[in-house]
C-alpha cells in the first residue's frame, strides 16, 4: 500500500546547488504533480504530467524543471537553488479529472541557505 | 491573483460542537471543488468534493454547501472531534482542464478541535 513515495524527506541545499527530487507511484495513474506549499500561500502547482510523455507548466514553473521517466516515476529538478525556492515538495498522482482522485506524497522538506 | 481564497487561517472549536470552514472564489469557471485534509509531516488526504451544479454534498460528519451566486463554499463538520485538527485546503477544478485534473487550492485553515 505504498501509494505515492517521495525521497528524500529533508534535504537543506546551498544556493547555486541542484538536485533532484524523486516521486513515484504504484496505482497506475496516468496524471502526476508536482506542488510547493509555502506559509499562507497554500498549495500552488509547479509542473504536472497529464499522461505519460507529456509535461506542462503550472502557476510557479520557474527554476524547475520535469521528467516524466515513464508512468510511474515523475521527477523535479533544481538546476540552481535559490533560497526562495526553499518549501516544502508534493507530488501527486490522480486518474485525471476528477481531481478528487489525488493521492499525495508525504512531503519532501527543502532548505536552500 | 489568488483565485481560491481562506481567509480564515485558524479556527478553534470546542470538542462535540460544529466546525464551520469558508472558502471563497473569483471564478466562475470551475468544475468540481474539494476539501483536503493535512496532517502535519504528511500529504494532504482528499476529504470531500461537490459538482458545480450542486448545492451540498453529504459525507458521515462533513456536509460541503455551495453557494454559486456568492462564488462561497464551506465545509461542516458535526459534531467535532480532536481527531478532526488539521490543516483544511480548499480546491477547484478549472473547467476545460481536461483530463488533467489539474487544482486550485486556498490558502489552508487551521482547525483545533479542543477536548
Known amino acids: 500500500n505504498a501509494g505515492v513515495t517521495q525521497t528524500p524527506k529533508f534535504q537543506v541545499l546551498k544556493t547555486g546547488q541542484s538536485m533532484t527530487l524523486q516521486c513515484a507511484q504504484d496505482?497506475?495513474?496516468?496524471?502526476m504533480y508536482w506542488y510547493r506549499q509555502d506559509p499562507g500561500m497554500g498549495l500552488r502547482l509547479i509542473y504536472y504530467?497529464?499522461?505519460?510523455?507529456?509535461?506542462d507548466k503550472g502557476e510557479v514553473p520557474n527554476g524547475y524543471n520535469v521528467s516524466r521517466l515513464n508512468k510511474r516515476e515523475f521527477s523535479l529538478r533544481l538546476e540552481s537553488a535559490a533560497p526562495s525556492q526553499t518549501s516544502v515538495y508534493f507530488c501527486?498522482?490522480?486518474?485525471?479529472?476528477?481531481?478528487?482522485?489525488?493521492?499525495f506524497g508525504s512531503g519532501t522538506r527543502l532548505t536552500v541557505v | 491573483d489568488q483565485q481560491v481564497k481562506q481567509n480564515s487561517p485558524s479556527l478553534s472549536v470546542q470538542e462535540g460542537r460544529i466546525s464551520i470552514l469558508n472558502c471563497d472564489y473569483t471564478?466562475?469557471?470551475?468544475?468540481?471543488f474539494l476539501w483536503y485534509k493535512k496532517y502535519p509531516a504528511e500529504g494532504p488526504t482528499f476529504l470531500i468534493s461537490i459538482s458545480s451544479i450542486k448545492d451540498k454534498n453529504e459525507d458521515g460528519r462533513f456536509t460541503v454547501f455551495l453557494n454559486k451566486s456568492a462564488k462561497h463554499l464551506s465545509l461542516h463538520i458535526v459534531p467535532s472531534q480532536p481527531g478532526d485538527s488539521a490543516v483544511y485546503f480548499c480546491?477547484?477544478?478549472?473547467?476545460?482542464?481536461?483530463?488533467?485534473?489539474?487544482?486550485?487550492f486556498g490558502q489552508g485553515t487551521t482547525l483545533q478541535v479542543k477536548p
Open positions: 471564478n466562475s469557471m470551475f468544475d468540481y
Open positions: 480546491a477547484a477544478t478549472p473547467r476545460g482542464s481536461g483530463n488533467t485534473g489539474k487544482l486550485i
Open positions: 501527486a498522482s490522480s486518474e485525471g479529472w476528477q481531481g478528487y482522485g489525488y493521492t
Open positions: 504530467s497529464a499522461s505519460e510523455g507529456t509535461t
Open positions: 496505482m497506475n495513474h496516468n496524471s
